[in-house]
């Protein structure tokens, strides 16, 4: 595990800017996550993170190296990431998905080794999802699709790992299971989340964007606030503790009517 | 998990849609059966497929013939053959199959590479112009003397390039187009590009233009020389070469070109790789038998549902089931319906509609 420091990181499409000056740094074995509304640049900066972007200003460093002296395969060696709905244009099956982790250790014509196969043999448990590793990825729910990509993902034997709203088509169940394998593991995690009570449950660190900006980060309990959520999210919450676990919850009550008429809200495709 | 798939003598059925996949070790080890099999296949069919024709000559005399011809005249069961027999065999029979082999090769390698750069299951170089594009760019070399005195296989390599460019371009370039998409552009520059040579071939207006119209825009091997053979074959089988060291980037680009970044691939430099390479051995293949379609589409489905999608294996398994296949289906074009003989692009093309419509049908389960 290994941390990661973005410094005066800015992006920009056609003029418009989606990040301005992110500074955000991902201690070694944190889980951090990424909050904001839809728009707010959240997958943009994972993808500056990933280096599958180059920002326009700033830098991006993993531990003390910049990702500019870093080779793609030796940046996958230790970086994972876990993308929002991807589709495959073949039928692969779930282990060959799988088998795609170890791209970056494989050389040209290698076979897989028997090292490669018990590493993708563990992804798969780690999962929960080996009894379907000869099933078509075409055939699979929206959950277990996002579990397999997980697998792959752990599959590249990673320090850091980013993940893109991973919890999005799972059931409660195995959001809660993939967040709590995600924490046991002693890999540096930035995830762009939507839910804040997983956010409070499960980061260490939170980094609230809005507009391309970071208007607030920190310990989730100090950052998440009645006044910071209505102002980020337009949204009145209640942020109280539940009683029994004593972790903080926050209870939405109502949309707020829309108070900032001048500034529209950019929805490029930042791709 | 909830459902246990079924699993019936070493075969999972899919509990949802029925599909039917192979376990992976099993996979693993029927694909190096497959390949040795097919390799196998390959030589006998080289030999056999020379027997057909015209005049009767018997089995043993062609395998002297061949044996004899590459150096190896002290193993041959029988004497030499009269020399018009001879040449029969060894300048005629035989070259066309070797070229059928290498075109079949090369068609069907091609045909996955587009699959995989373009992330469309219904690419072929045929169905996407590119083949379409080298025959206008050999035609006009030909006819024309474009380019001023430069050879047939690089005005179609030109061509092939230039019908890929404006197929990307039409595309949007990086952006990943849904396979309809892909495959209505494909439709348009192949249409353009052979109206082009349609165009090039009706003012040219030679005694040979009838002959060469079909020739061109059907695709057939009776142009089958020893000097198209052994260039053809040469440019196949570096280029085959070179695109296997890009396999890995192709099994990367399954779920597309970020995620075959993050797994370490550099994307643009294989993707440009790759489009150059398939132009080149398109512009080969085309520049020796004119356009022969769907080949591209057949054999890699067919490689991917016997074994695996994954293209360490599914690229050299495709070259040596696609050349194997192109020689039968060579072999019926020229001895089926004697005295005529049916260009056998036009067999392809019977047997590729079909497994067009199967393709389609299974992309859309």
């Known amino acids: 595990m290994g941390h990661i420091i973005a410094g005066g990181v800015s992006w920009s499409v056609k003029g418009h800017r989606l990040l301005d000056s992110i500074d955000m740094v991902a201690q070694a074995g944190k889980t951090v996550g990424l909050l904001g509304p839809n728009g707010s640049g959240k997958s943009t900066l994972l993808r500056l993170l990933a280096g599958l972007r180059r920002p326009d200003a700033g830098t991006v460093r993993y531990d003390d190296t910049s990702l500019r002296d870093l080779s793609r395969r030796m940046l996958a060696r230790r970086l994972a990431v876990v993308e929002q709905d991807v589709s495959a244009h073949n039928h692969v099956n779930v282990r060959q998905v799988v088998e795609l982790g170890r791209t970056p250790f494989r050389g040209r014509f290698d076979a897989l080794t028997g090292h490669d196969r018990r590493v993708v043999d563990a992804a798969l448990e780690r999962v929960d999802i080996a009894d379907k590793q000869d099933q078509s990825w075409n055939t699979l729910s929206g959950g277990e699709k996002q579990r397999a990509q997980l697998a792959r993902a752990l599959a590249q034997e990673p320090r850091e790992i980013l993940l893109d709203e991973p919890t999005n088509h799972l059931d409660i169940r195995h959001q809660l299971e993939l967040l709590d394998l995600l924490r046991s593991l002693d890999i540096t995690c930035v995830i762009a989340l939507h839910d804040l009570n997983l956010a409070v449950r499960y980061c260490d660190h939170v980094v609230i964007l809005d507009h391309g900006m970071v208007v607030a980060a920190g310990i989730p309990e100090a950052v998440l606030t009645p006044d910071l959520i209505e102002s980020v999210y337009g949204v009145n919450v209640l942020v109280d503790r539940e009683p029994t676990t004593d972790i903080l919850r926050v209870t939405y009550l109502a949309a707020t009517p829309p108070r900032r008429p001048s500034r529209k809200a950019i929805h490029l495709d930042p791709r | ?365």
């Not at chain 2, 030499?80 to 068609?107: C, H, I, M, Q």
């Not at chain 2, 995620?259 to 790789?273: C, D, Q």
């Not at chain 2, 991917?304 to 020689?327: C, Q, W």
């Not at chain 2, 049916?342 to 049908?361: Q, Y």
């Open chain 2, 1 to 365: 998990m909830s459902m246990n798939p079924k699993r019936t003598a070493g075969r999972v059925e899919d509990p949802i849609n029925g599909v039917e996949t192979v376990p992976a070790r099993l996979r693993y080890a029927s694909t190096a059966a497959l390949f040795a099999v097919a390799a196998a296949g390959l030589l006998v069919s080289v030999v056999v497929a020379s027997l057909f024709g015209s005049a009767n000559i018997g089995p043993l005399d062609v395998l002297s013939t061949i044996l004899r011809h590459v150096g190896l005249g002290g193993i041959a069961p029988t004497p030499p053959l009269p020399k018009l027999l001879d040449a029969l065999v060894w300048e005629s029979r035989f070259p066309r199959v070797l070229l059928a082999a290498t075109v079949g090769a090369a068609l069907a390698v091609c045909g996955a590479v587009l699959q995989a750069v373009t992330r469309n299951p219904l690419a072929d170089p045929y169905l996407l112009g590119v083949s379409s594009g080298a025959s206008t760019g050999a035609v006009a070399v030909l006819l024309l003397g474009v380019g001023g005195g430069i050879s047939l296989s690089t005005g179609a390599f030109a061509g092939g390039l230039v019908s890929f460019a404006v197929l990307l371009a039409l595309l949007g370039g990086g952006r990943v187009a849904s396979p309809s998409r892909v495959v209505l552009t494909g439709v348009l520059v192949s249409q353009f590009f052979a109206a082009l040579t349609s165009v090039i071939l009706m003012i040219s207006g030679t005694a040979n233009s009838t002959r060469g119209f079909t020739y061109w825009l059907l695709g057939a091997l009776s142009g089958a020389r020893w000097e198209v053979v052994t260039v053809t074959a040469a440019i196949v089988l570096i280029g085959v070469l070179a695109i296997q060291f890009l396999a890995p980037a192709l099994d990367a680009f399954t779920f597309g070109w970020d995620s075959a970044t993050a797994l370490g691939i550099n994307v643009t430099a294989a993707r440009i790789w790759l489009i150059v390479l398939t132009s080149i051995i398109t512009a080969a293949a085309v520049a020796s038998s004119g356009a022969i379609g769907f080949i591209g589409l057949l054999v890699p489905h067919a490689v991917r549902i016997l074994t695996s999608p994954m293209h360490r294996s599914l690229l050299p398994l495709s070259a040596v089931i696609g050349a194997v296949f192109l020689i039968w289906v060579d072999t019926f074009a020229r001895v089926a319906f004697t005295p005529h003989e049916i260009p056998a692009g036009v067999i392809t093309a019977l047997l590729g509609a079909p497994a067009f419509a199967l393709v389609l049908k299974r992309l859309e389960s």
